[in-house]
């Protein structure tokens, strides 16, 4: 791939891991918004609208996905179910340019699924881990659309095979998705285009890359 997508993600001051879900919701929604708009396979076209911002605190990522789609499911309520079946968004990341990389799935009320691994050697995180990403979630209707919005607070240690330096300090790729097995129409879009036969998420090589703003004062 001859180029890559890039996000300057900035370090915020105003929110932190004490913040209300709220507020650091609030804080994502005066960012820059990024598209994941790609539709790499001919079979898949359609293009539900996903959006999303990303800011850290060092020791926090923090995101929020905006979502709009003609359909929406929503089955799957215990950690690591299967939620790329329902109305699903997800954030992979690889750090030090290592070939593992965390792969974090979200449906539209925030259940979550997290793997670690390379690509074809991949294992299920433990439910504990899980469990310490917090999540906010908002639903509702707009004539004949589904719009939701769902807000994550992932610490460090959720990256539980590093040593969770200050992410100022870390180089990161990744790529963010939306997708739905199970929905009236399929669709899988990425942030970063990828280059498959058939709709593929598990390929870092098209991972895009994140930049983790230093604190001003730093």
């Known amino acids: 791939m001859d180029s890559r997508s890039t996000i300057e993600v900035p370090f915020i001051h105003s929110v932190n891991q004490h913040s209300s879900i709220d507020s650091i919701s609030l804080a994502l929604d005066r960012l820059e918004k990024n598209t994941i708009g790609y539709a790499p396979w001919a079979a898949y076209r359609y293009k539900p609208s996903c959006k999303f911002a990303i800011a850290h605190s060092n020791d926090h990522i923090f995101i929020k996905f ?3 789609e003609d359909d929406i499911l929503v089955r799957f309520m215990q950690p690591n179910d299967k939620v790329y079946q329902d109305s699903c968004v997800e954030f992979f990341i690889s ?3 290592e070939a593992e990389y965390y792969n974090l799935e979200f449906n539209a009320i925030g259940t979550c699924y997290l793997g670690y691994g390379s690509a074809k050697n991949r294992e299920v995180a433990d439910v504990e ?6 999540t ?5 209707s707009d004539k004949d659309k589904i719009k939701w919005e769902l ?3 992932i610490p460090n240690s959720v990256f539980y095979r590093h040593n969770s330096p200050p992410l100022s ?3 990161a790729r990744a790529n963010f998705f939306k997708c739905g097995d199970d929905l009236p129409v399929p669709h899988y879009l990425a942030w970063n285009n990828i280059e498959a036969a058939e709709p593929n998420f598990h390929l870092p090589e098209f991972f895009g890359d994140l930049t983790f703003h230093k604190p001003a004062d730093d």
């Not at 906010?136 to 509702?140: R, T, V």
């Open 66 to 68: 905006y979502v709009v």
């Open 95 to 97: 750090f030090n340019g």
């Open 129 to 134: 881990i899980v469990k310490k990403i917090k």
């Open 136 to 140: 906010s979630f908002l639903l509702y």
């Open 151 to 153: 807000t994550l607070l």
């Open 169 to 171: 300090l870390s180089t």
